[in-house]
């Protein structure tokens, strides 16, 4: 990021201390974030994002009183809303499809490492999703589910016709993201530019007619199996 610029302002919210303490010694460790605040359930994220009005939320799914959920739906009903990266176990694929709805930008799993989480806050500062490898994996497992193999060639079939409108590059970067990585590792992957990629995956966006990189992984997936 531009060190010209204000760092990326955090708020943590989960119900377990230890967790909010080490993201925060984490991210108060990078001169380009800083952990404005933290919150132990969604009704006080609620009301500190209110009154810290932070870039990114990290925020937990499961937790007493109202959930991550719940809070995340809400606070996108806010001007200038936040942006949600939901931070979990994942032990449950209705729970993952539940904050992709909710309008959560990205997911990583707890036991991620700690580069990674901030790669995931910067690439969600920058209003871009990010999904870690096993997030995108249970999200594709959970929305597609089992079909025939009549169901399985024709939805092969049309996601191959979707793709093939893609340049070699854009398809390479469409399997990247279907791997879970964000732009830096997709930029360290195919050996392009942070801008390269963000435009590689704008056209993805425009000719496969998606509006997130799970759908752009779903037709890789589909097109794939």
């Known amino acids: 990021m531009d060190s010209e610029r204000e760092p990326v302002r955090v708020v943590i919210v989960d119900d377990e201390q230890l967790v909010r303490l080490a993201l925060r010694l984490v991210i108060d460790g990078e001169p380009d974030l800083t952990v404005v605040a933290e919150a132990a359930d969604g009704d006080a994220a609620i009301a500190v994002v209110d009154e810290q009005r932070p870039d990114v939320v990290l925020m937990d799914i499961r937790m007493p009183g109202r959930d991550g959920l719940s809070a995340t739906r809400e606070l996108l009903t806010r001007p200038a809303p936040p942006r949600v990266l939901m931070l979990t176990t994942f032990d449950s694929d209705d729970l993952l499809l539940g904050a992709l709805r909710a309008g959560a930008l990205g997911f990583v799993l707890k036991d991620t ?35 025939s193999s009549a169901a399985r060639r024709s939805s092969r079939e049309a996601a191959r016709k979707q793709l093939s409108a893609l340049t070699g590059r854009e398809l390479e970067t469409a399997r990247a993201i279907a791997d879970g990585l964000g732009n830096p590792e997709i930029a360290e992957r195919l050996g392009i530019s942070v801008a390269t990629v963000k435009a590689h995956t704008g056209n993805l966006f425009a000719k496969l007619a998606v509006e997130n990189r799970v759908q752009i992984a779903l037709l890789v997936r589909d097109a794939e199996e």
Do not use: F, K, M
């Open 113 to 147: 490492p700690p580069a990674r989480i901030l790669d995931a806050v910067r690439t969600v500062a920058d209003g871009n999703p990010v999904l870690s490898p096993a997030a995108t994996a249970r999200v594709i497992a959970a929305a597609t589910g089992p079909q």
